[in-house]
DNA sequence: GATTTTCTGTTGCAAAAACAACAAAATTTT
DNA sequence: AAAATTTTGTTGTTTTTGCAACAGAAAATC
């Protein structure tokens, strides 16, 4: 995502002056935030990979959203009505900055330019966040494995320009993205392989068609 | 949704003063506006209902958003790359302003109130949208017809502070919501009723657990 | 660099969902 | 108020998906 701020350049700034935000590292497998709509939490994921994700009482997990560089999350996205936990999983080291989203609001003493630029930000932020929560959306809507996958390789093709892309995922954790059974999505691979839709080399993807 | 502007005395206002935002009327079954990514368009729904439909290529119909007062849509918010037509249909008459993201920004002329207050209540809006596009995505992360349907009916009852309340789809337009086959979700419902999970008449549904 | 853990690939079988088709009920149009 | 259209409810059959289980490969940990 092209933010238009330079967050190196934040951070420098607000570890002097601004006494709003929250600045965090988090290691692999740790738990970076649970959605529990009290604190109306407001993140950046700096650096690292993180996902939002979901238990049910069958013991599926499925994976909400998928965060890398920039992208925005926490419970003030949400209306937590599900009984089902939400948790932020650190997937690699990460460096998030926390804030409460009033805060976002109200200058802080010192009136530090962190502020003013996020404010100034965020409503490019938060509908890039709309953008992909629509992709998303149109994603899980399609009806079959086939299509799911499909549409999926279709966006990261489109994302990277190129016929041949890399997998930001395991295949154990893009079923749980895309929300179906990792062994039947296994098989419609297989098919696509097979029909020649597609080639597969590890994570690495080859669009065959069109 | 409760929006912490009033949209009838907006409307007189622009209707004076403002060049940049059209006023439309459209017909139940009309085609408000199709995603097709080159206006940038940004509208909101005044009055009636509407659906963002996508029709595939299996002649599937799904029903991505369902529009109601105050509610904003338009191409702005997405990142058409699929090969599927998006349109927005009017369910009933509805009234839609409509604008050029781009323009928001922008004083107009007359720097006129309207635009003073839309541009201060966007981040309020978006944010809404980006919460209720969570819990679309909640629901579609779900595994089974059974769990989506619950989890929609929950999503109602809290709504409406009531184990009582009325579906605003017609059962056809439900199934095209949750992205399921009709007839599997009737047999669905009707199990539902069996297992004493829920009572129906009609469009009104009431839960009968917890 | 050996060991443990996670991930990949596969399969038979069970369960769920989709497809197809139709009649009855309800709603809308004329 | 009659006719046409859409929606609801239902069911048999087919297809797809999920579940369970396991072996080999790869990756992470010690």
Tied chains: 1, 2.
Excluded: W
């Excluded at 700096?46 to 959203?65: C, F, P, Q």
């Amino acid at each position: 995502m092209n933010l238009s701020f330079d967050v190196e350049e934040f951070i420098k700034e607000f570890e002097n002056s601004c006494n709003k935000v929250q600045r965090k590292t988090f290691d692999k497998n740790q738990v970076i935030t649970s959605y529990i709509q009290k604190r109306n939490q407001f993140c950046i994921l700096i650096s690292g990979n993180a996902d939002l994700v979901r238990y049910d009482l069958n013991g599926n997990r499925t994976i909400i959203e998928h965060f890398s560089n920039n992208d925005i999350f926490g419970e003030v996205f949400y209306n937590v009505t599900t009984n089902n936990e939400l948790s932020v999983e650190a997937r690699s080291k990460c460096e998030v900055l926390i804030y409460s989203y009033q805060n976002i609001h109200y200058k802080c003493k010192q009136n530090c330019k962190f502020h003013q630029k996020l404010t100034e930000c965020l409503p490019e932020l938060i509908l890039d966040k709309v953008t992909s929560l629509n992709m998303r959306v149109e994603l899980l809507t399609k009806r079959s494995t086939r299509d799911k996958l499909l549409g999926y390789f279709n966006l990261l093709s489109t994302r990277t320009l190129s016929k041949t892309f890399k997998l930001p995922f395991s295949l154990t954790d893009l079923a749980d993205y895309l929300s179906v059974d990792r062994s039947a999505m296994m098989r419609e691979l297989k098919l696509l392989k097979e029909e020649n839709f597609i080639k597969k080399d590890g994570k690495m993807i080859t669009l065959l068609y069109k």
